[in-house]
């Protein structure tokens, strides 16, 4: 079963505009979310996270929102620039979870120019 | 910065060969982590460990194995290549809090 989802394989943005990322999770013993951002032949690198007693976390254009009970987070990129395009990745871990992460599908976000 | 490497970027193995992919981070970190990635599957996790010769399975462990003899190597070994385990592999390691520093991936091709 898919505990954390992200039901847009893809989303294309016009430089400059608002990118929403969105990710979905079933488990609530889920306590911890991050967002991963990931170009072709490299790994991942952290974005940004968000702890279960937030509602909000901002950095730079940057800002996660958690909604606890719809089991929803986003992620805002505010303005969207081409070095934004790339794959999109949300994590979440529990706390009694040894800190593993458990990843959505991913999103691939295209800026256009 | 925290540093993870990986043995090799891209790899290509035969069906049946003992496969060993090497991970070294620099952060005297003790949780480290194998994931495979697959279009439309994301990340899926393989095996973990939290200490040295200590290892878990993560959520598709078949087909696979790992060794940590050292705290900053951790290793996963194919025993006998398929063709289903063409993926990209990333290693990590943990820092604080559940922030996981990826190496470049080995993008393996058994044929």
């Known amino acids: 079963d898919q505990q954390v989802k992200q039901n847009s394989p893809s989303l294309s943005v016009q430089e400059g505009r608002i990118s929403i990322l969105n990710c979905d999770y079933t488990n609530s013993m889920f306590d911890y979310f991050l967002w991963y951002k990931k170009y072709p032949a490299e790994g991942p690198t952290f974005l940004i996270s968000?702890?279960?007693?937030?509602d909000k976390n901002e950095d730079g254009r940057f800002t996660v929102f958690l909604n606890k009970s719809a089991k929803h987070l986003s992620l805002h990129i505010v303005p969207s620039q081409p070095g934004d395009s790339a794959v999109y990745f949300c994590?979440?871990?529990?706390?009694?979870?040894?800190?593993?992460?458990?990843f959505g599908q991913g999103t691939r976000l295209t800026i256009n120019p | 910065d925290v540093k993870v490497t990986q043995s090799s970027r891209y790899l290509v193995k035969r069906t049946g060969e003992k496969v060993f992919l090497e991970c070294v981070q620099d952060m005297d970190h003790e949780n480290m982590f194998w994931y495979r990635q697959d279009p439309g599957l994301g990340l899926r996790l393989i095996y973990f460990s939290y200490d040295v010769k200590m290892k878990e399975k993560g959520d598709i462990p078949e087909g696979y194995s790992v060794s940590r003899e050292k705290k900053e190597r951790f290793s996963l070994i194919l025993e006998s290549a398929s063709t289903n385990q063409t993926s990209m592999y990333l290693c990590a390691s943990i820092g604080e809090p559940y922030e996981q520093y990826f190496g470049p991936g080995t993008r393996l091709t058994v044929t």
């Open positions: 994590a979440a871990s529990a706390l009694q979870g040894a800190q593993k992460l458990v």
């Open positions: 968000i702890s279960s007693i937030k």
